[in-house]
């Protein structure tokens, strides 16, 4: 892609991923931002990590990986954040989520300094990183300041989240990724109508929102907007590993909203590149030229594959 028209900020948690092999960089922002980068955007990491090994390795895999880290904060006080993840050996995966870490103690001054150094057509966050009062302050500051888009990607993570702090949240959306799951967890907690569809469709009422954009796992994913439903299938892969897939879906469906896509094409195209990384082991492919076939894909004339405008499908 020539250039960078669009900056997108993205706040939250950058950790390692604990896995029974070893340790791999993640943290659903970070995965966002790396899977934006690959695919040619060059997004604002605004994140935090300890004055320990793990921090200065996170450090340095942004340096290799070409991604920005002015945006993260060094912390003295506490650790870098990690996960330990045990699967399941038929794909999935548990996570167990160590608190008070560097990313829940996030400095409001130094966001709002970030935030302020140029406009911001789109900024992510996410519920995790908002579990920590420091943290929630200063992500929720910054996205009342952005005048663009403000996707919200919801993760319900046991112990990390609680029904007001889900809901602070979702005021300061203009976009809200979540899954099937966690419609039916939310659902009654706010009132909502029964029911997954009546649910989302209220959901988007309720919160004022552009579009709500769910995933269902094996049964494909599905945009509510203003012109209605959109849905998509799954794509049939050989699945390692699904930690990060959802990430992947998420940064390119912003991709789509900044570039103006139609639904059912974000769509198509952010459950290909989320099919993809289900066939690589962690969150994050290493090899750059895993992104080399979205890139052209997804590419920055016309709608990519193809010039037959907003009609246009991936083949």
């Not at 997804?298 to 246009?312: E, I, K, T, V, Y």
Request: charged share 20%.
């Amino acid at each position: 892609m020539e250039g960078q028209p669009h900056k997108v900020v993205v706040a939250g948690e950058v950790l390692f991923d604990a896995f029974p092999d070893g340790d791999r960089l993640g943290g659903a922002p970070f995965n966002f931002a790396y899977h934006l980068h690959g695919l040619g955007l060059s997004p604002l990491l605004l994140s935090r990590v300890g004055e320990d090994a793990r921090g200065r390795r996170i450090r340095g895999a942004m340096a290799a990986a070409g991604l920005a880290a002015e945006g993260v904060q060094p912390d003295p006080d506490h650790p870098t954040g990690w996960v330990t993840v045990a699967l399941d050996g038929a794909g999935g995966h548990q996570f167990t989520i160590h608190r008070d870490v560097a990313y829940d103690h996030l400095d409001l001054g130094e966001v709002e300094a970030a935030m302020a150094a140029a406009p911001v057509d789109l900024f992510y966050f996410g519920t995790l990183a908002c579990r920590a009062p420091a943290s929630r302050t200063a992500i929720l500051a910054a996205a009342a300041a952005t005048p663009g888009r403000r996707f919200l990607d919801v993760n319900l993570r046991p112990d990390c989240w609680e029904i007001d702090q889900v809901r602070a949240c979702l005021r300061h959306a203009t976009v809200v990724k979540l899954n099937d799951e966690e419609v039916a967890t939310l659902a009654p907690l706010l009132s909502l109508p029964e029911g997954e569809a009546a649910a989302v469709e209220a959901l988007r009422d309720r919160f004022a929102l552009e579009a709500v954009i769910l995933t269902r796992g094996d049964r494909g994913a599905a945009w509510y907007g203003a012109s209605g439903w959109d849905t998509c299938a799954t794509p049939e892969v050989a699945v390692v590993d699904t930690v990060g897939a959802g990430d992947a879906f998420a940064a390119v469906s912003s991709l789509g909203l900044l570039r103006g896509w139609p639904p059912a094409l974000c769509l198509e195209r952010a459950a290909a590149l989320a099919a993809a990384v289900c066939t690589v082991r962690g969150a994050c492919p290493e090899e750059a030229e895993f992104y080399a076939p979205f890139r052209d894909a997804f590419g920055a004339r016309g709608w990519g594959l193809g010039q037959d405008g907003p009609s246009g499908r991936m083949r």
